[in-house]
């Protein structure tokens, strides 16, 4: 009997042992269980590419004049044999550029419609007057109108210099003169030396005919 009981109570106090120990564990142990730290986050920045910048306006060049390529529908034909130019003259007469061969020639295809020429044949006259001894031939040549319409044009321009009837246009189109006004200045030999679209100044004027009379010294006045 005193065998059983001692069995018991050693039984008894393993349990109680073994409770006290877990109850110990328990105790101690933190309330919480803290949480995996995250990996701070990197901010990826890509490297941004450099734009292309052009040249500013102030930066790229201007073209010269002669470096301007001519509209469609015109041929300055420069450095190349003048076209060939037989018309009738108003006021009676022809003008043959043939027979000018030689001299220094400035032929302007014209109509009475534009006001450029208005402007310019002032200038024309002067420049015809001053270099007359210098052998220079002032042409104008008219597209498409007739004398009488013409004729009165060159009056209240006070144009003295001849101007041909180009009627039919042909004298125009073999000049490759589609687009009205526009100016030639031929050497003594008969070579396009320059060409230009009307509404020009004096300085325009004075450069392209130095190009036709070497040695000169060509001014507006």
């Not at 073209?63 to 009676?92: R, Y």
């Not at 534009?114 to 052998?135: D, I, S």
């Not at 013409?150 to 321009?157: D, G, K, L, M, P």
């Not at 004027?205 to 036709?212: G, P, V």
Request: hydrophobic letters at 45%; one cysteine or more; glycine letters at 12%.
């Amino acid at each position: 009997m005193r065998g059983a009981l001692a069995i018991l109570a050693g039984f008894v106090l393993g349990v109680v042992a073994a409770g006290l120990v877990l109850g110990g564990i328990v105790a101690f142990a933190p309330d919480t269980i803290p949480a995996p730290t995250a990996a701070p986050s990197v901010a990826v920045v890509l490297p941004t590419a450099t734009p292309t910048v052009g040249p500013s306006a102030s930066e790229v060049p201007s073209a010269s004049a002669s470096e301007v390529a001519a509209p469609s529908g015109v041929s300055f034909h420069v450095g190349q044999p003048a076209p060939a130019l037989s018309l009738s003259q108003v006021g009676g007469g022809t003008i043959d550029l043939a027979s000018l061969k030689g001299q220094p020639v400035w032929i302007e295809f014209v109509t009475t419609a534009c006001p450029t020429c208005k402007a310019e044949f002032p200038l024309m006259n002067g420049y015809a007057n001053r270099y007359a001894a210098n052998g220079l031939a002032v042409i104008a040549v008219d597209v498409g109108e007739d004398e009488g319409k013409v004729t009165t044009f060159a009056e209240s321009t006070g144009a003295t210099f001849p101007i041909g009837l180009d009627t039919d246009g042909s004298a125009a189109s073999a000049w490759g003169a589609q687009t009205l006004p526009v100016h030639f200045w031929i050497d003594k030999d008969g070579i396009i030396r320059d060409g230009a679209l009307g509404g020009l100044g004096a300085d325009d004027m004075n450069k392209a005919l130095q190009t036709i009379m070497p040695g000169v010294t060509v001014t507006s006045s």
